[in-house]
């Protein structure tokens, strides 16, 4: 096939399509099918939205695997999801655009896996640069969140009314007005991550949870800077175990420079402070 929509097109559910090296000048949309799309690397497999629409589309009870390839360019996000599973591993998601969130990764009522990937450089005019979540469950463990920007809640991740487990992931240079790594509004696990140098204009530079119940576990909170309250960590109307953690040299112009609780119920134990400031 010359492209790999006509792939799709042609496919059975179930199938597996392998993507040879190169890049590809298209928009994807999968419904209800069961696939496989295996790109030849990051590197060199390149899924090319031309600066126009979403790159790839999964909807309808679809359930694609995803790996090796880089989706760029899109104007209204790279990917998006409804209804479906997603499983993405391996690639790279960078420089997409979305004005109503999740500029790089929508996902709305959908089962998650994306792990060891990328994903860079994306903005949104809304919420969650990098990757947006709504009523959605799964995980994201090994990735990588950098540079990315949104112009309200979680530059890097915004996850809202869902049970999205974060794990294992660095957040880093991530900027939003709320959560420059992750913003939370759901019941959220968020253990054994790195953020670093995430920058938000009010609160919550590393984490933003608000009205979730979630554990904030093993994590490293380094160098983040809150233009009000939390440089590491902040939490506001929760339930929160926040143990384990290092708070290390993070800034908050007003209250909490390692970490901030508002009107919260939470469990703070065997935590390091070191060198934060407010």
């Known amino acids: ?21 190169g ?6 949309t999968t419904s209800g099918k069961t696939l496989t799309i295996t790109g030849a690397g990051a590197s060199t497999t390149f899924l090319d939205a ?18 090796g390839m880089t989706i760029t360019k899109a104007k209204t996000g790279g990917v998006y999801c409804k209804d479906s599973t997603l499983t993405i591993s391996s690639s790279t998601v960078t420089v997409n655009k979305s004005s109503s969130g999740g500029g790089g990764l929508y996902a709305y009522n ?27 469950s799964g995980t994201l463990s090994g990735n990588a969140f950098s540079a990315n920007k949104a112009s309200s809640k979680g530059g890097g991740v915004s996850l809202k009314s869902g ?20 913003y939370i509004e759901a019941d959220s696990d968020v253990t054994d991550n790195t953020f670093s140098a995430n920058t938000v204009t009010y609160h919550g530079a590393g984490v933003y949870n608000y009205s979730g119940d979630g554990d904030f576990t093993g994590n ?6 809150a233009g009000e309250d ?13 143990a384990d953690n290092d708070f290390v040299g993070n800034d908050a112009i007003d209250d909490g420079g390692g970490f901030r609780a508002l009107s919260s119920y939470a ?7 070191d060198s934060n400031t407010a």
Do not use: M
């Not at 890049?23 to 994807?28: C, D, M, S």
């Not at 600066?51 to 695997?65: P, W, Y």
């Open 1 to 21: 096939y010359t492209t790999i929509q006509a792939a799709i097109n042609a496919a059975s559910s179930g199938a597996t399509i392998t993507v040879c090296a």
């Open 23 to 28: 890049t590809y000048k298209e928009r994807l």
């Open 50 to 67: 031309n600066n126009s629409g979403t790159a790839f589309k999964v909807t309808s009870s679809g359930k694609i695997t995803l790996s």
């Open 110 to 136: 959908c089962v998650l896996s994306v792990s060891g990937s990328t994903f860079s450089s994306n903005t949104s005019s809304s919420k969650g640069a990098g990757l947006y979540a709504a009523k959605s």
């Open 163 to 182: 049970t999205v487990t974060v794990d294992g992931n660095t957040f880093s240079g991530n900027t939003s007005t709320h959560g420059g790594g992750i």
């Open 220 to 225: 490293t909170f380094s160098d983040n800077v």
């Open 230 to 242: 939390g440089g590491g960590l902040y939490i506001s109307a929760s339930y929160a175990y926040v």
């Open 267 to 273: 469990t703070v134990e065997r935590n390091t402070f």
